[in-house]
């Protein structure tokens, strides 16, 4: 079936479900569900790009591996493999007719209307996985990638690892996210930037943060209550083999402010400059080399221009081109 257009919003027609296609319209959870009251869902956001070899999903494998992780930290068994989720993606990419896309696998719990569960035990409420798609320009406005954006440093704090796990994208830790988000847009900003619960810089509302100083690429640790993030780990390959020191380590809120230059990552955000935190401009006030210079290769890579860094496989092809078809984790 191919895409359908809402609201001038280009979506797959169909949506898999729990190991078949249904239709985008059949795509329902009861209002009872338990995801609904207690946020019980992970999820995973992928892009499709349309690359000079065809149509092809950016580590894939990676996505779904993480996706599995979140669900196995919060005790989500579910029936699927990680090849069965790509090759579902895959499937469902092919079936839409759209020539790139952005990819939203989900597992959450929801209800068992035989035999329905209320309370906060998640236990007793069944496990369902979905995969949708649709067409989604950039997330921060195409003006953005060239000319940065506007940011602030956010007065909620990122929530700390032990309370809710980091590691894991789950929907819940989101409701943080938001609140980042929409004092920052209230307060005229593009987005935020959380500290942790040390005073250290943590991330934006969805996004990982990287400084440059002095030539070195800074970036908060593993550590410091972030999401593992993929388009992160891209970076930081990227960097590496075009010689670009990596640095992961805390750093401060004033750091921000005298950075020479700063930029987020993410699915959706890809490589975003930032020109400004708290309206002190950073370094010149647009894209820095460096940003500029991993943008370049970042770009190659997701339209198939130029191999992987390290002879890694991050492109999954819907369709036979000759390429490997799968992408390896790195």
Same mark, same amino acid.
């Given at each position: 079936m191919a895409g359908k257009d809402v609201a001038t919003m280009k979506i797959a027609g169909k949506v898999w479900k729990n190991g078949e296609l249904i239709d985008w319209d059949d =795509?329902?959870?009861?209002?009872?569900?338990?995801?609904?009251?207690? #946020?019980?869902?992970?999820?995973? #956001?992928?892009?499709?790009?349309?690359?000079?070899?065809?149509?092809?999903?950016? &580590? %894939?494998?990676?996505?779904?591996?993480?996706? /599995?992780?979140?669900?196995?930290?919060?005790?989500?068994?579910?029936?699927?493999?990680?090849?069965? /989720?790509?090759?579902? @993606? @895959?499937?469902?990419?092919?079936t839409s007719e759209l020539d790139e896309c952005y990819i939203r696998p989900v597992i959450f719990r929801s209800l068992d209307e035989a035999k329905p569960a209320f309370g906060v035990n998640p236990f007793p409420n069944p496990v369902d996985t979905y995969i949708a798609a649709w067409q989604w320009g950039k997330y921060l406005g195409e003006e953005a990638l060239e000319n940065g954006i506007d940011v602030c440093v956010s007065s909620w704090t990122r929530i700390t690892s032990n309370s809710m796990p980091a590691m894991a994208k789950a929907g819940a830790n989101y409701m943080n996210s938001q609140l980042i988000k929409m004092e920052?847009? %209230? *307060? #005229?900003?593009?987005?935020?930037?959380?500290? !942790?619960? &040390? *005073?250290?810089?943590?991330?934006?509302?969805?996004?990982?943060?990287? /400084?440059?100083? #002095?030539?070195? /690429?800074?970036t908060p640790p593993l550590g410091a209550s972030i999401l593992p993030g993929i388009t992160r780990d891209s970076v930081i390959q990227i960097a590496r083999e075009l010689g670009i020191e990596v640095v992961e380590t805390t750093i401060q809120r004033? =750091?921000?402010? %005298? =950075?020479?230059? %700063?930029?987020?990552?993410? @699915?959706?955000?890809?490589?975003?400059?930032?020109?400004? +935190? !708290?309206?002190? @401009? +950073?370094?010149?006030?647009?894209?820095?080399?460096?940003?500029?210079?991993?943008?370049?290769?970042?770009?190659? +890579?997701?339209? =198939?221009? &130029?191999?992987?860094?390290? *002879?890694?496989?991050?492109?999954?092809?819907?369709? !036979?081109?000759?390429?490997?078809?799968?992408?390896?984790?790195?």
């Open positions: =795509a329902r959870i009861h209002v009872m569900s338990h995801v609904v009251h207690y #946020g019980s869902s992970v999820f995973e #956001g992928i892009r499709c790009y349309n690359t000079t070899k065809g149509s092809a999903v950016f &580590r %894939l494998t990676e996505h779904m591996q993480r996706l /599995l992780n979140s669900a196995k930290i919060y005790r989500m068994d579910q029936n699927f493999s990680r090849q069965e /989720l790509c090759d579902a @993606t @895959t499937e469902l990419i092919r920052a847009l %209230l *307060g #005229g900003f593009s987005e935020g930037i959380a500290l !942790d619960d &040390r *005073g250290y810089v943590s991330e934006g509302s969805g996004e990982n943060l990287f /400084l440059v100083n #002095g030539g070195k /690429l800074i004033a =750091a921000l402010y %005298l =950075a020479d230059e %700063l930029f987020f990552t993410g @699915t959706a955000a890809e490589i975003t400059p930032i020109r400004s +935190v !708290d309206r002190i @401009t +950073v370094g010149s006030g647009k894209r820095g080399e460096i940003t500029a210079k991993l943008q370049e290769e970042f770009f190659k +890579v997701i339209m =198939a221009e &130029r191999p992987a860094p390290f *002879g890694a496989d991050w492109l999954t092809f819907i369709h !036979d081109t000759g390429e490997k078809k799968t992408a390896s984790a790195s």
